[in-house]
């Protein structure tokens, strides 16, 4: 597998989520993630206008979530603040899986609440379940993974970074029960190590608050491609 | 300070919030609040409508969270949260606020967020804020508590529960700085013990999944009012 210094970047949500996080600590964020042109900013709803007027004309696209962290709101809530998202400028939207309906066996609400925003949004909106792994038994994974591919979402994504984060065992369960989706490797990835840990295990995507620091240590360990970009420049 | 059994039942908001919660497990806090007779229900907005319809008729009243438990959301998708709430029948709302506006300095913004849903909910509402003291500084406390009080609402509250939860010298900083409003105690709230200390120190409400053991540690601590109880009956 060749993992380029662009393509790296390129699957990196540089996110900030943190409830604590004021307008400064977003407006560092943006300069990153320009300067380093990752894919998107993973960013919350109530900095989501913000940071579209931001971005624009940057390349780097628009990520918020959904119900996020808890995944404890209802589905019409859901499907409202999906909405009010796509129409502030969000290119791709993450939402928390209510955990209590895929643990008490009501499948036919968890697949309602991820098929009633896939089917109401424009079809070039990304959207990612988040299935928080740490939470759910092997079984449930496998449920929740099916659920989503049949709900006709992009991305299964494991973590919200609030418990344990991703886990290669995790990444590969999931890229094995489905495929066809995308895998979003999140919470607790920190370095370059791990990022490829979790890229070797079928994550085609990464959602990291380190990611000047996963790409400044990719950097460090193949100086040549840092070279030959540096030529091409 | 005299605190009857019934008085004890009647300030507490007996909860369930956590994600993991099935439709089982939230029948079982009906039973329990309604043979308890509980002041409210603490639950996820996902459950509201059916805990509503349960209720009715019980005299228990019906509470609900909104952005719960980041408070990371838009303003605009609390309020529409507050409106389906009301809507669906909650009798109390408890909303946490946005942190990064407070830490950042945007007061016009902490306000706003709690002000746009006090204006335009039935007056009938109870609405509570949510502080997550032990994410803030003694200073930030006190101006949350003025906020929460030009912004209208009825009562302060402590804590979601996800982190460290109510402590005395917070609810005694919150009482002292806004006497006029209730204050509610919340998180890590097992004992009766517990329970005591925060009511001692100003609290008026008592948000707690252990309710029954509160009530159950206040009977075999006083049991002539229970006799006196079993008497009435």
Known sequence: ME?????LASIIDHTLLKPNATAKDVDHLLEEAVMYHF???CIRPCDLRYVHHNLEGTGVKTCTVLGFPWGIQSIENKVKEAYA?????????DIVINRGYLKGGRHDLSKKELNDIVIRVNENIVIKAILETCE?????IK???????????????????????????????MHKTVPN?????????KDWETAYKMI???????????SVKILSEYMKKFPSEQAEEHKVD
């Open 39 to 41: 894919g998107t900013v």
């Open 3 to 7: 993992i380029t210094k662009d393509y």
């Open 200 to 210: 070797k295990a079928g994550a085609t995507r990464i959602g990291t608050s380190s």
């Open 136 to 140: 759910l038994t092997e079984e449930e």
């Open 85 to 93: 998202a796509v129409r502030d400028g969000a290119d791709e939207l």
């Open 143 to 173: 449920t929740a993974c099916k659920i989503a591919e049949e709900s006709g979402v992009d991305y299964v994504k494991t973590s919200t970074g609030l418990y344990e984060g991703a886990t290669v065992k995790a990444v590969k369960l």
């Open 181 to 189: 989706l995308g895998v979003k490797a999140s919470g607790g990835i």
